[in-house]
């Protein structure tokens, strides 16, 4: 007899204790807490009928590149924490992305694209879906309603991420969906941010949310994963279609491993939620800063949205630092010695990522000009990230 609620979505209970029982059964698996390991290509039929019935489509697997259960507890889990119907995994949070778009869009079709956008997702819009006969449009992240007027007949799909990268402008996601769904118009977020826990996209009207798993679903930088989880039964079934026609499959390990980052995602989470704004409220104060780009501290411009849409934040923000040579914020982060340099994020270690030249925008943005720095924080004590800071800021106020 299975003791994990395996249905009702553990209604009554928080987000916590689900983390804990979601994604495993136990008794179903010789009582072992986590689900095994299963790897594996072939799978063996008795019945020669069931050959090509078998398949994503289906009740019944055909090949190992669908998953199997250690795949299947992790879509599971997924699934509930951000109230979905399904879920598709990936081997990275881009190819994610990547098979989202290849699903949401023919030749022909328009694309609308936050300003905002992780980067190689405007990449694979501008070097592929361009090539396929893909036009891709970049939007204003914060034009909220007056979406509607960028809708054109045939716009198929609008991107959205909330906050964005490196920029942290949120976008007032009810107000574009509900523009979206009067001109059906699908929409997918990437919601890596606050990997499905702190803020609910299909409550606000999203179609597919795409979460890189790599971050704090993973948490120790160690796995690379993606996953789409949608709240429409037919998105279900393209995502599905799509992620067999590309042959994409993931990893029995890193399913496994992500499910065992699960388990003390919320612990993480929250922790790093906490200590993110304390420093991110005391750089504020520095005067080597210009702005602190946090939504979730009150000076952020959008503020307002975080209040309404948001239940918490995670460990990543960015600093705009006041104007000074490139050169002198490189050696700034070289200088640190628990904030290490690398991209990614989400991790228990935190880092610190200059991050200027990446960013590439054609809308105004809300913050002024001065070198970026974004920074994400990990698991270390925060007065040894606060002295890091100090000593980062000694490296760069010397002449
Ligand atoms: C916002 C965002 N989305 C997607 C991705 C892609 O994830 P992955 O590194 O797993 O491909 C990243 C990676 O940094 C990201 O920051």
């Not at 599971?76 to 992305?97: F, K, N, R, Y």
């Not at 070097?127 to 034009?143: Q, S």
């Not at 279609?241 to 993480?268: F, K, N, P, V, Y």
């Not at 002024?368 to 720095?373: A, Q, R």
Request: proline share 6%; hydrophobic share 40%; with cysteine.
């Amino acid at each position: 007899m299975s003791k994990t609620p395996k249905s009702g979505r553990g209604e009554g209970l928080s987000a916590a204790t689900r983390l804990v029982q979601i994604g495993r059964d136990p008794f179903s698996h010789e009582r072992v807490i986590n689900p095994p390991i299963q790897r594996g290509s072939t799978l063996l039929f008795d019945q020669a009928d069931d050959l090509y019935r078998a398949g994503p489509l289906s009740d019944m697997k055909g090949y190992g590149l669908e998953g199997l259960s250690t795949q299947d507890r992790l879509c599971e889990a997924l699934t509930e924490i951000s109230g979905g119907v399904g879920t598709v995994l990936a081997p990275s949070g881009l190819q994610a992305l990547t098979l989202a778009l290849m699903a949401a869009t023919k030749a022909g079709d328009h694309v609308l694209l936050t300003d905002s956008s992780y980067g190689p997702t405007r990449r694979f819009c501008r070097e592929v879906l361009a090539k396929y006969g893909v036009e891709t449009e970049i939007y204003d992240p914060r034009i909220g309603a007056d979406i509607a007027g960028l809708i054109k007949p045939n716009t198929s799909l609008i991107i959205l991420e909330s906050p964005g990268s490196l920029t942290f402008e949120l976008q007032d996601v009810p107000a574009i969906t509900a523009a979206a769904k009067a001109r059906g118009v699908a929409t997918l977020i990437d919601d890596t941010w606050t990997a499905g826990l702190y803020m609910k996209p299909f409550y606000l009207g999203v179609d597919i949310s795409m979460q890189a798993l790599t971050k704090y679903q993973g948490g120790h930088a160690d796995v690379l994963a993606g996953a789409l989880i949608t709240n429409s039964p037919d998105w279900l079934i393209k995502l599905k279609t799509m992620h067999q026609m590309l042959g994409i499959g993931t990893s029995a390990e890193d399913a496994w491993l992500t499910l065992r980052g699960l388990r003390t995602m919320g612990l993480r989470m929250a922790h790093q939620d906490r200590v993110a704004r304390e420093i991110a409220a005391w750089l504020e104060g520095r005067p080597e800063v210009a702005q602190v780009l946090h939504p979730a501290l009150p000076s952020h411009p959008d503020h307002a949205i975080w209040q309404r849409d948001f239940r918490g934040a995670g460990g990543l923000f960015s600093v705009v630092f006041k104007p000074v040579a490139a050169a002198r914020i490189n050696a700034m982060a070289e200088a640190y010695q628990i904030f290490s340099m690398g991209f990614s994020w989400g991790g228990f270690e935190s880092l610190a990522l200059p991050s200027t030249v990446q960013i590439n925008r054609q809308f105004p943005a809300l913050h002024p000009k001065g070198p970026i720095v974004r920074y994400s924080i990990g698991l270390e004590a925060q007065e040894d990230l606060m002295a890091d800071l100090e000593r980062g800021f000694a490296v760069l106020n010397a002449a």
